[in-house]
């Protein structure tokens, strides 16, 4: 399975835009970018996917860099909401699997 | 649709004991996943099935654990017998067309194996 490498933890103010990266150095041409997220004592939930275009949706918008190996999920006004761990993953098209690794944890200051 | 269902939410039982964790998928999507989630170990993959079928067992840690899926709407996961290290939260998470579209995660079940 290809392999995601993210920062531990990252801090963001209220209202300001947070760009949480993520490499990928080993990205196949059929892996997708997935991102989710897992809010304190809930199930993980699904933020946004891309392949090679950047994508945007109504919870955030997915940077990926021209060769792949890195992509930026960005989220454009945090709030304290937001905090969570957010978990950059790669699927394989052939296989059925999301393997999650350990994430960067978002913390929201008022 | 009210989302993937897991039951029970918390369970707390002694070791040795069996546990039977619960899991009913959203109606038409052909992928269930069982995922188990430790401060040590983060959130792993056990076991997937893919219209009732298991399709990848590799991540059950060991005999003690088994998964049935006996039609579309129902599946559990148990462990016979528990044991302390067995205490996570256990996630249902369910899909369609393909495991790695959108995943939709059930609320868990907290286990606590005394």
């Known amino acids: 399975d290809a392999k995601t490498t993210q920062p531990n933890s990252m801090e963001s103010n209220e209202e300001e835009p947070v760009h949480l990266p993520c490499n990928h150095s080993t990205i196949s041409g059929t892996d997708y970018i997935h991102w989710y997220r897992q809010l304190p004592s809930q199930g993980p939930e699904y933020v946004i996917h891309g392949l090679t275009s950047n994508v945007n949706n109504r919870m955030a918008s997915l940077a990926i860099a021209e060769d792949r190996k890195s992509s930026t999920l960005i989220l454009h006004r945090a709030t304290l909401r937001d905090a969570a761990v957010y978990y950059c993953?790669?699927?394989?098209?052939?296989?059925?699997?999301?393997?999650f690794g350990t994430g960067t944890r978002l913390q929201v200051f008022p | 649709d009210a989302g993937v269902i897991q039951s029970p939410r918390h369970e707390v039982t002694e070791m040795g004991q069996e546990v039977t964790l619960r899991c009913k998928p959203i109606?038409?999507?052909?992928?269930l996943f069982w995922y188990r989630q430790t401060m040590m170990r983060g959130l792993e993959l056990l076991i997937y099935?893919?219209?009732?079928?298991?399709?990848?067992d590799s991540g059950m840690p060991e005999d003690r654990f088994s998964a049935k899926m006996p039609n579309a709407s129902f599946s559990t996961l148990k462990i016979q017998p528990s044991e302390p290290r067995d205490s996570a939260v256990y996630f249902c998470?369910?899909?369609?067309?393909?495991?790695?579209?959108?995943?939709?995660f059930g609320p868990g079940t907290r286990l606590l194996v005394l």
């Open positions: 998470a369910s899909t369609s067309f393909r495991g790695w579209e959108t995943q939709y």
């Open positions: 993953i790669l699927s394989d098209y052939n296989t059925d699997k999301l393997i």
């Open positions: 109606s038409g999507h052909d992928y």
């Open positions: 099935f893919n219209n009732n079928v298991p399709i990848d």
